[in-house]
């Protein structure tokens, strides 16, 4: 169960022809109330998708009624045109729902800098209407339909013990360094909140979950994170409550991600620790977690602390080289300045790696989520266009 | 020719032992004047190896009599122990030559993390010293050991008509994003000129050309470029000119690192036109250069230019989407906010791929130098310690 696991939601996921072979590519997730609050989080990149100028546009209002999604064509790079394109996809649900086209926001994905096809993208709106369901199966139908390189759908679930609940799906396995949002995730919650409080606890979940998976630093022009609360439980939760499980849900979604990116043989959880400014926790995480020289050893099983070093000293971040420690799966291999156990006590064999860079600085801490660089990876990526 | 090649300089490469397998791991560059002036620019990272330590802190004399460098060791991370091996190799050599320690520069390149096997060192400074010479194959010696995972040496020399040369070796396949500075570089010049103007003209030339390689973003703990000017010649040129010739050797070594990179395939030019600011220019094409997604798309011969779009838009500089302009090998792909010519119009199945960015927003240009993202790369760093 994730998007309609809370109450008040109906969703579908049907083959509409935008991918070749049949494939699901197109899901509806429709929030029937009582109330409608909205928010949302959006791509970073100066360079952004038709679907993120329109979605933003629309969430200004904190108001949804549905969101729409395809996969098999970012509508990126598109011009005005695009633009279009996705106005009219947002008019012809609003038209199938009988709502205003304002209370519906659009995401797409896939390959950037080509049209959609319309006609097959809106007789799929039809389909998908028709299709709508409060069932697990609709949910897992939608949260099909959203997939590119990705190997399976990744949802979640959270129950509440006053009785509301949080649910969610995401997609995304490359281009993978969402920047106050993922490639695109869907949230419902039947929780009773206001638009303004919906909008400080994705803002506050995201910065924790979303924002700390780098897979290959590259921030999409589509990336998207929503969430729709419908208040069919009758249950206020306080912010804070909410902004909990919240948190939760995405970190289970991060997860997902992170275990599903493109070529990954290896989840690796960087952890920075005695920063002096969260920021520098973050910006030193995000750099060993860009870094192909750290990501090829971890690849290789290799616990090759001199590349973490040579990482982490080309931040623009407060380092005291000889104050600094580096761990790699538990065992100390750098501190005081100079070689701590020998590497061979780190065995790196298993899929999760952990590497903890203590900087004895402060206490400000960062665990970012990123893989490695395989062959898969690769070979993924220089032989499919996306 | 390329250290020998100046009048006024000797050099040896000899197997020392530090490497296994008995390859040559120990170069000495000479410097019999009659001046000794000289000059180095140094990595911008945090954590610097200890002969960078060394050698920065030397130069601020602007004289140099001798350069002794090893590879198999990168003598990086290796706390005061390390410094003073460091320090007992420059009096190791100054003892040999009669020389002060003071103008000994000392390079190292290989694993970082592990101390320097001294005895071999030492020794082998020994055996360098005896086989110093002012041949061609003298100089060949040099600059092949101070290789490592590059397959071949790299040499330039230029000699101006007025009776003044500039020679120099180079050397660096991976974790190669210099930053005023490469792994390793020594140039020697003839000419008579001052440190000071040495000092100006080699960071003026290190500027446009060191600067401008960046294979794997990795800017290493070690990188250093050194400069040593004999007067032998007689002659003194214009600092203009003396920069110029400069640059032309020096952009002729990073062309030979560029086409040796740790599993190159494609050699890519990027050249970003028309933009607010060099910075600008310069942060789109390392932006652009250091992007996972691209690397790869090019290593597939895949004119994908949506990628392109994706890294440029995730940069700090002023960009305007509509006015943007994204050629590949001299086809235009994107301009005025959507696709223009067809991907299958850009043919990239040759070694070299020309990628030109024009911003259309003002006249500063920048063109940065990088390859591909192979298997070979993901091979050569998953299964070997550097």
Known sequence: ??????????????????????????????????????????????????????????????????????????????????????????????????????????????????????????????????????????????ATAVLTTDTKPKQALRRHDAGWSIGGFAKGAGMLAPNLATMLSVLTTDAVISGDDLDAALRAATRLTFDRLDVDGGTSTNDTVLVLASGASGVQPSREEFTELLTNVCMDLVRQLQDDAEGVTKTIDITVRGAASEADAVAIGRTIAEDNLVKTAMFGSDPNWGRIAMALGRVDAEIDVDKLEIATNGVTLYAGGAKARDRSEADLSGRAIEIVVDLHLGDHTATILTTDLSHGYVEENSAYSS
Chains 1, 2 share one sequence.
Request: hydrophobic share 45%.
């Open 1 to 142: 169960m994730s998007v309609t696991g809370p109450a008040g939601f109906r969703a579908a996921g049907v083959a509409a022809g935008i991918k070749a072979a049949g494939a699901r590519d197109l899901a509806l997730v429709v929030n029937d109330g009582p109330q409608q609050s909205a928010a949302g989080v959006f791509t970073t990149n100066k360079v952004k998708a038709a679907p993120v100028l329109w979605s933003r546009q629309v969430l200004q209002e904190r108001k949804l009624h549905a969101v729409v999604l395809n996969s098999g064509c970012a509508n990126a790079c598109t011009g005005p045109e695009g633009f279009q394109d996705t106005h009219a996809t947002a008019e012809k649900v609003a038209e199938v729902l009988g709502v205003g086209a304002i209370e519906v926001a659009v995401c797409s994905t896939g390959l950037i800098g080509e049209r959609l096809p319309m006609d097959a993208l809106l007789s799929g709106v039809d389909s998908a209407a028709k299709a709508l369901a409060a069932t697990e199966e609709a949910g897992l139908h939608a």
